[in-house]
């Protein structure tokens, strides 16, 4: 039987475990401690750091591991990394780990490959911010350089909101630096891909929703995104000189764009599948399972992506408006074969966050239909028989 290492056991590593344990595989959740869904589903648990390289490489030596790889989140990504140029398996490389983990490395290789960007700066929390930020226009962007799901991300828009977004990114750290970029004022579209032996095997671009907090926050996503021909033409240019400037091979790839007069600008890229059903809409869109493609890449299979199908789907996060206890859920929906899943991630009587980022979401809806119209509309019907209270 063939051992798998998934790194993290939350709610977007959950799809990974049960695919992989479908498919006969020996599952092994590597987390640190907490209320994760995931350990009640692993065949073995291993309470370490995900960011923790070393410790993990050992765990895998001594488990002589098939596969390593994760869902949804950037923190375990440079961990895959080393473990796979250690061991020698399939997936995402040290370096180009390292890269996709920095946001200051990303921006240089993209300066350095000539990828269409924001403009920026390295600042460190003792530089002068004035100084540092002169030949910049507002708004600005302050974000930490290694966080992940938003957090560390402020928009400002003005020199007197200067320290209080330094504090804010600061507590979402671990580096003694950030960076700060010029905001593009455009739309905000993103694309999943996969890269696998240097191919790049499909290039799904999608829409988003987003919730504006202190920064744009996607709350769900909707494929096919109406763009004209050139301006996906050009989006996959980007994406793929991207790609090459991050080193990016044998991984999924979550990408963030804004589009500003037709051209498109890449903000950054991640070596792992996206977050907020983004999963789900690449495997309902293209009709194969993603989550078994994943798995298979990451065990060094022959992997074939075929996209010759296309379903118009739509997804929304369900969240909450203010901290407390949730005191009840009520989903009135019927069986509909265009209503593709609608999962609560708590239950009555726990305790929830008002929504402002990804991980305080408390459940998802995804949705399908002939056309992206039905499928959205399907979307808001199946979202207003769902009632949630939150004391």
Not at 92 to 116: D, H, L, P
Request: with cysteine.
């Amino acid at each position: 039987m063939k051992k798998l290492m998934i790194m993290g056991a939350g709610i977007y590593q959950v799809p990974l475990i049960k695919k992989a344990k479908e498919m006969g595989i020996y599952t092994i959740v590597v987390s640190i401690p907490g209320n994760y869904p995931g350990f009640a589903l692993a065949d073995q648990v291993i309470y370490e750091n995900t960011v923790d390289y070393d410790r993990v490489l050992e765990v895998a030596r001594r488990e002589q591991i098939d596969g390593i790889v994760t869902a949804g989140t950037d923190v375990a990504v440079i961990t895959i990394g080393k473990v796979c140029d250690e061991l020698g398996l399939t997936g995402i490389s040290f370096e180009a780990a390292r890269i996709a983990s920095n946001k200051i490395r990303m921006k240089k290789k993209y300066e350095e490959y000539g990828v269409r960007t924001a403009r920026f700066r390295e600042v460190s929390f003792e530089d002068d911010l004035n100084e540092k930020t002169a030949e910049l226009n507002f708004p600005l962007i302050f974000k930490a350089v290694d966080s992940s799901g938003s957090r560390g991300i402020i928009r400002v828009n003005s020199r007197e909101e200067f320290e209080n977004a330094r504090n804010i990114v600061r507590e979402n750290t671990r580096a003694d630096h950030f960076i700060v970029e010029e905001f593009i004022e455009g739309k905000e579209f993103g694309a999943q891909a996969f890269v696998y032996h240097g191919e790049v095997q499909f290039i799904l671009p999608h829409g988003d929703y987003v919730f504006q907090g202190d920064t744009g926050v996607p709350i769900g996503h909707f494929a096919p995104y109406d763009l004209d021909s050139e301006t996906v033409a050009d989006a996959k240019i980007q994406l793929e000189q991207a790609i090459k400037a991050m080193g990016l091979d044998n991984c999924a790839v979550n990408a963030d764009f804004i589009l500003k007069d037709g051209r498109t600008y890449v903000l950054e890229l991640g070596g792992r599948s996206g977050a907020t059903c983004l999963a789900e809409l690449v495997s309902i869109y293209y009709g194969f399972d993603y989550y078994k493609k994943m798995i298979q890449a990451a065990l060094g299979e022959e992997v074939e992506f075929p996209t010759d199908h296309a379903v118009p789907n739509a997804s929304m996060l369900l969240r909450s408006e203010k901290d407390g206890v949730i005191r009840s859920i009520v989903n009135q929906n019927i069986p509909d074969d265009d209503i593709c899943e609608i999962q609560f991630d708590y239950q009555e009587g726990d305790s929830v966050k008002k929504f402002h980022v990804g991980p305080h979401r408390i459940g998802h809806v995804i949705t399908k239909g002939k056309t992206l119209e039905a499928a959205v509309d399907k979307l808001k019907e199946a979202l207003s028989w769902i009632r949630i209270e939150v004391e």
